[in-house]
C-alpha cells in the first residue's frame, strides 16, 4: 500500500502480516519502523517478531481450558500450562485470502479474510474473519476487524506488529504515554487474578509521558520489562487515543487509536539473535483483556450467532 505522501506498508497474506512500514523522521527521511524478517521461511519457522493478526484469542487462557454454555472446551496448552495467542497453529500461521475492496477516498486498501473451522485449536464455531488495512494519505494505517459465527465462541484479536521508531537498536529511549490509570496485575504466569489496579505510584504509571526504559528496573522479579495489559479510558467513546510514542533523535511519533479497552504494553523482552536486541521493538497489542473467559467483570469476548464483531485500530504516524 502506498499514499500520496510517500508512505509504504507491505503486507502478506500469510498471518495478514505487516513485513515493513516506511514513516518519515523530521527530515523528511523514510525508515522501516516494523520489525520483520528478510525471507519467507524465517515467518514459516515461527519468526518471534511477526507483525501478524493473532486469534483466535490473542494473550492467554489459564489453563488452556474455558467453559461455554455448560461444555468445556480444551486448548493447546502452548504457554507452560496456559494457551496462548490462539494455539499452535493460530490465525498468524494462516495463509489468509486476499479480498477486493472498495475504492477509498484518500486511502488505499487491502482485505484480507480467514474462516476458522469449528474445532480448530480446540474453538466452538465456524467462525468467518476479515481484517482491512488501509493506509491514509495522513499517513494512518487503519486496520478495521469484522467476524461473525455460527456458535458461541471467545474472540479477542490483535495486531502483534514490533515497533522501533529509531529503526534499530533498542526502544528504551522511546518516551511513551498511555491513556490508561488502571491495569490487570498477573500471577507468576501472566495469568490475570482479575483485581483491577491502579498504577498510580509504580513503574507502570504512564499518564504522564516516561522513557520506556527509565522504571524498567523497578518492575517486580521475573518482569525483565514490560508485558502488561492496561484498562484504557473509554468513557463511552466509540473510538479513543489510546498511547502515544515518541522517538526523540528522528522526531518520529506514533499515535494508536483503538475501540478496544485494552492494550498490551510489551518490551521485546524475549528477543534477540537473527539481527535483533533485547527490547528492540515494542508492542501496543489492542485488545480485550487476558483469560477473560474467566473473569464475568472484565469485558465480554463471547461473539454470539447473529452478531457481528467490529473492532478498529489506527496507527497514526508524523514527526516534528
Known amino acids: 500500500l502506498r499514499n500520496q505522501s510517500g508512505m509504504q506498508v507491505k503486507i502478506m497474506a500469510y498471518g495478514a ?11 523528511g527521511s523514510w525508515t522501516n519502523v516494523v520489525l520483520g524478517a528478510r525471507s519467507f521461511d524465517v515467518y514459516q519457522r515461527g519468526f518471534p517478531a511477526a507483525a501478524a493478526v ?7 487462557i489459564a489453563k488452556a481450558r474455558f467453559t461455554l454454555r455448560g461444555t468445556e472446551y480444551r486448548l493447546a496448552a502452548n504457554n507452560g500450562p496456559n494457551h496462548i495467542h490462539g494455539g499452535v497453529h493460530g490465525f498468524a500461521q494462516a495463509v489468509w485470502r486476499a479480498e477486493s475492496t472498495p475504492t477509498q477516498a484518500n486511502a488505499a486498501a487491502i482485505r484480507l479474510a480467514y474462516t476458522s473451522k469449528d474445532g480448530e485449536e480446540g474453538y466452538p464455531g465456524n467462525l468467518k474473519v476479515t481484517v482491512t488495512y ?26 502483534h506488529a514490533y515497533f ?3 529503526g534499530g537498536g533498542d526502544v528504551l529511549g522511546h518516551q511513551l504515554w498511555l491513556a490508561a490509570d488502571k491495569y490487570t496485575p498477573v500471577d507468576d504466569q501472566l495469568i490475570p487474578t482479575g483485581e483491577i489496579a491502579t498504577v498510580s505510584g509504580t513503574p507502570l504509571d504512564f499518564t504522564v509521558p516516561a522513557l520506556i526504559g527509565a522504571r524498567m ?29 515518541v522517538e526523540p533523535e528522528s522526531g518520529r511519533i506514533m499515535e494508536v487509536h483503538t475501540t478496544e479497552p485494552g492494550v498490551q504494553f510489551y518490551t521485546g523482552n524475549h528477543l534477540g539473535g537473527g539481527g ?28 454470539e450467532p447473529g452478531q457481528i464483531f467490529q473492532s478498529t485500530t489506527i496507527y497514526a504516524f508524523s514527526a516534528k
Open 134 to 159: 488501509a493506509l491514509t494519505d495522513d499517513n494512518q494505517l487503519q486496520m478495521d476487524y469484522v467476524a461473525v459465527t455460527d456458535k458461541a465462541t471467545p474472540l479477542n484479536l490483535t495486531s
Open 17 to 27: 502480516t505487516i513485513t515493513e512500514l516506511l514513516a518519515p523522521d523530521r527530515q
Open 217 to 245: 528496573d523497578q518492575l517486580k522479579p521475573g518482569f525483565t520489562g514490560y508485558d502488561h495489559n492496561f484498562v484504557l479510558h473509554h468513557e463511552g467513546k466509540a473510538r479513543i487515543l489510546a498511547a502515544r510514542v
Open 54 to 60: 493473532v486469534g483466535r484469542y490473542a494473550n492467554r
Open 164 to 166: 522501533n521508531l529509531a
Open 276 to 303: 535483533f536486541v533485547k527490547h528492540g521493538g515494542f508492542c501496543l497489542e489492542t485488545q480485550h483483556f487476558p483469560d477473560s473467559v474467566h473473569h464475568a467483570h472484565f469485558p465480554s469476548v463471547i461473539l
